[in-house]
């Protein structure tokens, strides 16, 4: 059975064709938990523009907005993170803030081994009992060595102790190739990570925690009584660029230059009811000769994503893709579709291409619990059958089981269908 809809919104008069195809490939699972992520690991852009050069190691663009990848080179080799480690540890510490276990007033000593820390500073010591927002702004700001040690101590009771979290919460975040031997990112050997494992601790840092990613942003900063001149936040695209509102530095003799940038600029039509919105982009560049090589190339990476793609909203935020029968509910329907609104980036010009084809099981058996995924959208461009993005669509209401009559009349239609 197959019947063709048209998708709403998009842009430049988009009507993308829907196909609807009943499928048994997506076995039911009554009251499955429901899905927080849209989709385990970012998908590839369709083929687009040739990517501009770009002088370093490894690089990764991620469109955070589509969750796709827009250019990348080697994003699953091996690089030494140095300070982009400290994002790691910002997890844990805000981590730590929303469970409340610990609050931005409390305050932390300082020990002899934060004390005593090389590299970048915040320039504190033993004699001070730091509140951990200042401490936070240390670490973000300044990337400051001993104030990530004293937060390291503070939340994790031994450094060793937050270190083996660290590890354990690269795990659970599907950062596979990832080994951290220390909060904050001096030279250790086996201390790596790869680029495909940064954009996803970058994009769940963002996203978990919309309330404390905030201090990335922060421009300036110093404690009471520490050096003026150290009071840069080292992002020099927080100067530059009045879109780009993070996320970190980070340098080491062997992992180079480093920079992981984050904008965010507003576009037509990605709004609800094709009002302006806005579309993030994550620029990860590893291992660059230079201060400025790193701004420079992220820049150059994050400008050529913005106008060599264009987002296309196929659907709004919790608007249904479509809304199957039901059997064995309360209800004779359920409504499918994300939460978030439904976005795909491609090549400038080619919006008018983009088709969709929706996969789900037939029957639909209730119960569903809300969030539940059922299915799953599939986009593809032109006549390309092979989709280059795949969404889970997942129910959008709750719909109970049926009471025994009900349930045992939808039996015998089944049966005889």
């Given at each position: 059975m197959q019947c063709t809809l048209k998708a709403p919104g998009g842009l430049r008069g988009l009507a993308a064709t829907l196909f609807l195809t009943f499928s048994m490939a997506f076995p039911l699972a009554n009251a499955q938990a429901p899905q927080a992520q849209a989709q385990v690991q970012a998908p590839q852009a369709p083929q687009g523009p040739q990517?501009?050069?770009?002088?370093?190691?490894?690089?990764?663009?991620?469109?955070i907005t589509a969750n796709q990848i827009l250019a990348a080179k080697d994003i699953d080799s091996p690089v030494e993170p140095a300070s982009l480690t400290k994002l790691m540890t910002e997890y844990l510490v805000f981590d730590a803030l929303k469970s409340k276990k610990i609050n931005l007033k409390q305050t932390f000593g300082v020990s002899e081994k934060a004390w005593k820390m090389?590299?970048?500073?915040?320039?504190?010591?033993p004699k001070m009992q730091v509140p951990v927002e200042d401490l936070i702004k240390g670490?973000?700001?300044?990337?400051?060595?001993d104030a990530t040690m004293a937060l390291a101590e503070g939340v994790g009771g031994t450094v060793e102790h937050f270190v083996q979290l660290m590890n354990e919460q690269a795990k659970a975040l599907g950062m596979k190739s990832t080994v951290y031997k220390n909060p904050e990112g001096l030279t250790v050997p086996g201390h790596t990570t790869t680029a495909r494992d940064l954009s996803i601790l970058a994009t769940r840092l963002m996203n978990d925690f919309p309330d404390y990613i905030g201090y990335s942003a922060i421009k300036k900063y110093r404690y009471p009584g520490t050096p003026a001149a150290n009071d840069n936040?080292?992002?020099?695209?927080?100067?530059?660029?009045?879109?780009?509102?993070?996320l970190k530095t980070g340098h080491t003799d062997a992992a180079g230059y480093c920079l992981i940038a984050t904008a965010k600029r507003d576009f037509p039509n990605?709004?609800?009811?094709?009002?302006?919105?806005?579309?993030?982009?994550?620029?990860i560049v590893l291992g660059t000769?230079?201060?400025?090589?790193?701004a420079n190339e992220s820049q150059k990476l994050l400008n050529w994503g913005y106008t060599a793609f264009e987002a296309v909203k196929l659907f709004d935020a919790g608007q249904p893709v479509l809304t199957p029968a039901v059997w064995k509910?309360?209800?004779?329907?359920?409504?499918?579709?994300?939460p978030e609104a439904i976005v795909v980036a491609v090549a400038a010009g080619s919006a008018p291409r983009v088709k969709t084809q929706v996969a789900r099981p037939d029957p639909l058996v209730a119960p569903f619990v809300k969030g539940q995924s059922l299915g799953s959208l599939k986009v593809m461009l032109g006549d390309n059958p092979a989709p280059f993005a795949e969404v889970p669509l997942v129910a959008?209401?709750?719909?109970?089981?049926?009471?025994?009559?009900?349930r045992a009349w939808d039996a015998i239609r089944l049966w005889i269908k």
């Open positions: 990517v501009p050069e770009i002088a370093a190691r490894s690089y990764l663009l991620l469109d090389p590299g970048s500073r915040m320039f504190i010591d670490m973000v700001v300044q990337s400051g060595n936040n080292r992002n020099t695209l927080l100067f530059r660029d009045p879109t780009v509102d993070g990605l709004g609800a009811a094709g009002a302006p919105g806005s579309r993030r982009l994550l620029s000769t230079s201060d400025s090589a790193r509910g309360k209800a004779n329907t359920v409504k499918l579709g994300r959008l209401e709750t719909v109970e089981e049926a009471g025994i009559l009900g």
